[in-house]
């Protein structure tokens, strides 16, 4: 994670703004980033609240930035959906904890990721603290679009917009800062879709690419293996999945007792012990997102593939897995178009269920046995 400002690849113009709050102290009391996924909306986010919380007043890699940045902070509250909607009680228990006093700092941070999937009643409630915020009280919605959230809550913030980075840029930084070769670089930046954080943590995250790459394979070998050999490789998977998930879970920031009551120290043990298994979560989530990508890319080109063909033109450079160019071809002749949608709407249908709180597992086994024929309840 990025610890200062420098560290965040192309939304100068972004950080800027930002930088002007801070230097003329004159900060927005609800702030809103909006931006495409994956451009560090959420990473300026985290800075901007340690720069509020830090000393210097910059987020300078300190000791309390750590703390923010690790979600270890006291004063700084960080908020994400649960499954895919934020709810009113989540909401509920920020704001009891935002009417408080700061503990350490001057002021409290609060930032809301995904802010766009606060269901009705969370939205309705949030919008009173947004109208009456409490004393020193900054708060950050991050969101894709506008849209997503309610009028009267946009109308109560400051915008600042977030620009979606070119392909070509991805490339150039995964080459010149990252010391990829060009053509990983290139693969990178087009299996990401042109989502810069998705190809960053694929160059530095060697085993979150395998599991991307070994969506692709079991989408390719899917209409070939058996419905056994597919369930065995996804229990292989899981165990992956699993192992990845931890990798990380006993690492964070150590904080001193030091001008801290055993009540707040016990709170931010808790705290620590609440964000170890949000990581873990996470990164699950990641790895199966990661799988369920490469599954979609491949009948994705299949669908290309198709439609490319049959208009006389070369399909070869409109495929995103290019390096899979004759298995892609083969199962565009056997499988077809119209299956490769079938089986496409059945990778969503599964990202769907996982995102909705489904167990990964069943969604998976569920999915496996629809490519198969076996179970109509995936089709649904």
Known sequence: MAERWEEVYGQEAAIGILRGFLKRGEIPHAMLFLGPRGVGKATVARLFAAACLCPSGEPDGCHTCRRVLEGLHPDFHYLEPVGIQIRKEQVDDLERALHLKPVEGRCRVAVVEEAGAMNIHAANAFLKTLEEPPPSTFIILVAEREEDLLPTLVSRCTAVRFAPIPGGEIERYLVEVEGLEKEMARDLSRWSGGVFGRALSWARDERRLSFRLAGVEFAARARRDSLADLLLRLAEMRREWEAHSHER????????????????????????????????????????????????????????????????????????????????????????????????????????????????????????????????????
């Open 249 to 380: 879970r006993n690492e964070g920031t150590v904080f001193s007792g030091e001008a801290l009551d055993s009540r707040s120290l016990a709170f931010l043990r808790k705290r620590q012990e609440e964000r170890a298994k949000r990581e873990a979560m996470r990164r699950r989530m990641e790895a199966v997102g990661d799988f369920l990508d490469g599954m979609a890319s491949f009948y994705r080109d299949i669908i290309v593939y198709d439609l490319v063909e049959a208009g006389g033109g070369s399909p070869l450079t409109h495929l995103v897995n290019r390096g899979r160019f004759q298995e892609v071809e083969s199962e565009a002749l056997i499988l077809g178009r119209k299956k490769a949608v079938e089986n496409l709407a059945l990778v969503e249908w599964a990202r769907k269920a996982v995102e909705s709180n489904v167990d990964p597992a069943l969604a998976l086994d569920a999915l496996a046995a629809g490519l198969k024929g076996w179970a109509a309840l995936a089709r649904r």
